[in-house]
Nanobody, 125 residues
Framework: QVQLVESGGGLVQPGGSLRLSCAASGFTFDDYTIGWFRQAPGKEREGVSCIISRGGIVYHADSVKGRFTIFRDNAKNTVYLQMNNLKPEDTAVYYC??????????????????WGRGTQVTVSS
């Protein structure tokens, strides 16, 4: 069955870096756009970055442009989110998801049918 498993979260100081991984299985990985989302306590889930199937084209939320990079290794069925210059406001649970219904904007939650369980990122001194 379709599975997405996030890893790489943790506690980091402001200005630090983390690399998150999203390992996928159970489907033809390079046929799908994969997105990263995050949800902070008391806030709605929001899109962070996504990468189109077979790579190349990426999109980032304005809040992370210039700091986050997304890339994929189709041979390893894995998408990575490299997060640099982290800020306290980046603290959230980060989820990866598979885009199943490409109808709306790139970060339209309803377009994503499968989600991982998330990994916690905490940015604090």
């Amino acid at each position: 069955q379709v599975q997405l498993v996030e890893s790489g979260g943790g506690l980091v100081q402001p200005g630090g870096s983390l690399r998150l991984s999203c390992a996928a299985s159970g489907f033809t990985f390079d046929d799908y756009t994969i997105g990263w989302f995050r949800q902070a306590p008391g806030k709605e889930r929001e899109g962070v970055s996504c990468i189109i199937s077979r790579g190349g084209i990426v999109y980032h939320a304005d809040s992370v442009k210039g700091r986050f990079t997304i890339f994929r290794d189709n041979a390893k069925n894995t998408v990575y989110l490299q997060m640099n210059n982290l800020k306290p406001e980046d603290t959230a649970v980060y989820y990866c998801a598979r885009r199943d219904r490409p109808r709306g904007p790139w970060f339209s939650l309803s377009d994503y049918g499968y989600w991982g369980r998330g990994t916690q990122v905490t940015v604090s001194s």
